[in-house]
């Protein structure tokens, strides 16, 4: 069975049919919806998409830079995982110590003139080698402000101190199961509009134990239906997988809960070609059982069984 991914393709059929034209932050222009909810039952298998093919190693690899409570890129190129790397480009090319070409609306200016995205891949290459093996330069422009890992393991408090939401949840599964507080929110409003590079879309999650299984919501401000949406049902399931284990729980649902689900305009034929395409069985996870701690996993612990997809269907990113 794979209602779960049939869930998200009448996501898809549904934007596209009723969706308003709105505007955006990135000048493209969507097609969108307010408040919809999907159900994912992970006893039926790990909800990677199989209508394309969903890279589970950048996944991974950024779920466990959230885990980590990193928020420097440099992680990430070190994993070959190259999601984030248009808003810390962004600093860059804004910067005063910048010195190259013009690169003002470089998302939407690559898209449409193949010059321009030469010189931008050029300048790309030049800031990921800097990264990776200049420390000062990655400290200045690698971090990308108080982003998820650090709201998830370092929530900075009035008084100065900092609170670990994420062990503290796991320790509130453990002891106190029953809990309606199993709570984890990434949405700080004093951080919001001055510290980071870009306001958390998932904002919230809430765990829920019940018979033996343990459950997760997402609570998501603002969803990408094509690029990212399929990333966050994947991140979240993996998640819920790792925290079940830990509190040695079997896993039970995934429920995605979305504010503002849109597709980009520039998706529109993308998201058509994959909903032309048969479902397929979805695959299933293996973790490590010599891992103990949620906290210990790395992105040789984690393994995809089974995963046979249509081909990936690329779209560009709106920054």
């Known amino acids: 069975?794979?209602?779960?991914?049939?869930?998200?393709?009448?996501?898809?059929?549904?934007?596209?049919?009723?969706?308003?034209?709105?505007?955006?932050?990135?000048?493209?222009?969507?097609?969108?919806?307010?408040?919809?909810?999907?159900?994912?039952?992970?006893?039926?298998?790990?909800?990677?998409?199989?209508?394309?093919?969903?890279?589970?190693?950048?996944?991974?690899?950024?779920?466990?830079?959230?885990?980590?409570?990193?928020?420097?890129?440099?992680?990430?190129?070190?994993?070959n995982n190259?999601?984030?790397?248009?808003?810390?480009?962004?600093k860059w090319v804004k910067s005063e110590g910048y010195k190259g070409p013009d690169m003002n609306d470089f998302g939407i200016r690559s898209q449409q003139d193949s010059e321009f995205n030469e010189l931008y891949q050029i300048e790309m290459v030049k800031f990921k080698d800097m990264i990776l093996h200049d420390d000062t330069f990655a400290k200045e422009f690698g971090d990308l402000g108080s982003v998820y890992g650090q709201q998830w393991r370092e929530w900075k408090t009035s008084n100065g101190e900092t609170?670990?939401?994420?062990?503290?949840?796991?320790?509130?599964?453990?002891?106190?199961?029953?809990?309606r507080r199993h709570l984890v929110t990434a949405w700080n409003p004093e951080d919001v509009p001055s510290n980071m590079a870009?306001?958390?879309?998932?904002?919230?999650?809430?765990?829920?134990?019940?018979?033996?299984?343990?459950?997760?919501?997402l609570y998501q401000r603002s969803g990408d239906i094509f690029l990212g949406v399929p990333f966050n049902i994947?991140?979240?399931?993996?998640?819920?997988?790792?925290?079940?284990?830990e509190c040695n729980l079997q896993v039970g649902e995934f429920i995605h809960t979305l504010g503002d689900a849109h597709i980009y305009s520039n998706h529109i034929e993308q998201i058509t070609t994959q909903l032309n395409r048969e479902l397929r069985?979805?695959?299933?996870?293996?973790?490590?059982?010599?891992?103990?701690?949620?906290?210990?996993?790395?992105?040789?612990?984690?393994?995809?069984?089974?995963y046979n997809p249509h081909p990936s269907i690329k779209a560009p990113v709106a920054v």
């Open 163 to 179: 609170i670990d939401q994420l062990k503290q949840v796991i320790q509130s599964i453990k002891n106190n199961p029953d809990s």
């Open 82 to 90: 190259n999601i984030w790397n248009e808003w810390a480009f962004e």
């Open 198 to 217: 870009l306001p958390p879309c998932h904002t919230m999650f809430q765990f829920y134990v019940a018979e033996g299984k343990l459950s997760c919501q």
């Open 281 to 306: 069985s979805l695959p299933t996870l293996k973790l490590n059982e010599g891992v103990s701690s949620v906290f210990d996993f790395e992105m040789e612990d984690m393994e995809i069984l089974n």
């Open 234 to 245: 994947a991140s979240y399931a993996l998640l819920t997988h790792l925290i079940a284990y």
């Open 1 to 79: 069975m794979n209602t779960g991914e049939q869930a998200y393709l009448d996501l898809c059929k549904t934007v596209l049919e009723k969706g308003t034209k709105k505007e955006d932050r990135t000048n493209t222009g969507t097609l969108s919806v307010f408040g919809h909810q999907m159900r994912f039952d992970l006893n039926e298998g790990f909800p990677l998409l199989t209508t394309k093919k969903v890279p589970f190693r950048l996944i991974a690899s950024e779920l466990l830079w959230f885990i980590k409570g990193d928020t420097n890129i440099r992680y990430l190129l070190q994993h």
